[in-house]
Nanobody, 120 residues
Framework: QVQLVESGGGLVQVGGSLRLSCAASGRTSNYYAMGWFRQAPGKEREFVAAINWSGGSTFYADSVKGRFTISRTNAKDTVYLQMNSLKPEDTAVYYC?????????????WGQGTQVTVSS
């Protein structure tokens, strides 16, 4: 099991930027694919971005392509989500996820979530 701790959320104005961090710990956490999901009030949790264990492959939801960038440290134990050109519809609780298989991130380990609020 991998333990995940997110940080970096907050309140930002439309067009602003935030960087979320997710620190992973656990015996083999650096071999896990990691990603971000978000859940807005009254909506289901949705995929945002994912990165494979080596950092060589990244995937994004269409709604964030060109605005968000996912990356991970060389030690592979921290993943970042750089969010630029933020919109009100990006407001949500953002969750970090990890799993051995990038295709099953949604059923892997989860962090506690961090709130992102974009004000207009």
């Amino acid at each position: 099991q991998v333990q995940l701790v997110e940080s970096g959320g907050g309140l930002v104005q439309v067009g602003g930027s935030l960087r979320l961090s997710c620190a992973a710990s656990g015996r083999t956490s650096n071999y896990y694919a990691m990603g971000w999901f978000r859940q807005a009030p009254g909506k289901e949790r949705e995929f945002v971005a994912a990165i494979n264990w080596s950092g060589g492959s990244t995937f994004y939801a269409d709604s964030v392509k060109g605005r968000f960038t996912i990356s991970r440290t060389n030690a592979k134990d921290t993943v970042y989500l750089q969010m630029n050109s933020l919109k009100p519809e990006d407001t949500a609780v953002y969750y970090c996820a990890a799993d051995r298989n990038i295709a099953t991130l949604n059923v892997g380990s989860w962090g506690q979530g961090t709130q992102v609020t974009v004000s207009s």
